[in-house]
């Protein structure tokens, strides 16, 4: 049997097994579960990833997004505050990332020794999948041409999870392996895991910033500076993006019949067609979804640096949260200690810190 390859025959497999579950389950919620997966692997069999490009559809864009914001409303004041924080902030190191070709068992063996280094039940929760990479976990090269960035396929009934890698050749190929399965420790975690808001970005992010760490005390590369800077600086072009869109919303007077009636509200708010684009081709995919994450990331992140145990601690309670009114949850996080920017400025002043070091 190949190893690290899976195909649509593994998604076939799951069906039959999705299926049969479903025709003796008598438990309502299990088979909500049970025809949720079931949505998903159907859609995916169909679903050609290597093909798959960014909606150019400006109008449609900005109805999804204002429907996608309206789920994350509770967090809006302090989006705004992180805007602001960031708002002409001075990390601007050369975003190249030099060629760094891991081998796929560089990769396994990195990822595992850094959840490993992690300990807990993070870890035993991590080996649960991780086990089982032969043929759950597959790698690609990476291509310009299309919209190949890394992701994850949960199949949560049968907790089964299959990782796709797309191979760029730097530091990001190490970041999305440990980001993927990130995400597999919190959904296997919980069944009603939300992954379709940030909640479910949260501790995946807060593991790539993590382990960006843990490789440079191995390596001593500081190639990895490049890319939190470069990480940083795309969220804080997401945070102007954001407050723009949060802008039109807040002085929207019609439904946006047609393309005109937007762009109107556009040019009334003297917004670039530069950033515009900035703010329809990443407010879906990126900034509603990875900037509160990446904001509450940061937060984790400066903690861990200060006290591994508490933080540790702190995400297992994360785990255990129900996700059902996320508005409550939120505020769960900061009875926790988790303040959105408490950190952000010090964060900040790591990177400049950190972009002088490779000046020397």
């Known amino acids: 049997m190949a190893k690290y390859i899976w195909t649509s025959n593994d998604f076939k497999r799951c069906l039959r097994s999705l299926y049969e579950a479903k025709s003796k389950e008598k438990d309502f919620e299990i088979l909500k579960i049970i025809d949720f997966d079931i949505l998903m692997l159907k859609s995916y069999l169909d679903f050609d990833f290597d093909e798959h490009k960014p909606q ?140 379709d808001s940030f909640w479910g970005e949260i501790i995946p992010i807060l593991m790539g910033l993590l382990v960006l760490d843990y ?16 990480v940083h600086n795309q969220k804080t072009d997401q945070s102007c993006s954001i407050n723009d869109l949060l802008n039109i919303i807040k002085a929207e007077k019609s439904k946006f019949k047609n393309e005109y009636e937007f762009r109107k509200t556009v040019k009334d708010l003297n917004i670039s067609d530069k950033d515009l684009d900035l703010t329809m081709e990443d407010i879906n995919s990126e900034a509603y979804c990875y900037l509160p994450a990446y904001m509450i990331a940061i937060e984790l992140y400066m903690q861990y640096k200060k006290d591994p145990e508490k933080t540790l601690y702190n995400l297992q309670q994360m785990l255990n949260f129900k996700l059902v009114n996320l508005k409550e949850d939120y505020q769960k996080l900061k009875l926790l200690g988790i303040e959105p920017n408490l950190y952000l400025e010090e964060f900040q002043e790591d990177l400049n810190q950190k972009e002088l070091t490779l000046k020397h």
């Open 215 to 230: 490789y440079h005390k191995l390596t001593n590369d500081k190639n990895v500076f490049l890319y939190n800077m470069a």
């Open 56 to 195: 150019d559809d400006y109008l449609k864009m900005y109805r999804l997004a204002k429907n996608y914001l309206k789920q994350i409303s509770y967090t809006w004041d302090d989006l705004k505050e992180f805007y602001t924080l960031t708002k002409g902030i001075i990390v601007k190191p050369n975003l190249y990332l030099k060629t760094l070709n891991l081998s796929n068992e560089d990769l396994i063996t990195l990822t595992h020794d850094f959840y490993q280094s992690l300990g807990g039940n993070i870890y035993h929760t991590f080996m649960k999948a991780f086990k089982e990479k032969d043929n759950h976990l597959s790698f690609q090269k990476s291509s310009s041409k299309h919209d190949s960035r890394s992701f994850i396929l949960p199949v949560t009934y049968l907790d089964e999870y299959f990782v796709k890698i797309y191979k760029e050749k730097c530091i990001e190929d190490l970041i999305s392996i440990v980001h993927e399965y990130g995400h597999v420790i919190a959904i296997s975690t919980n069944y009603k895991y939300n992954i």
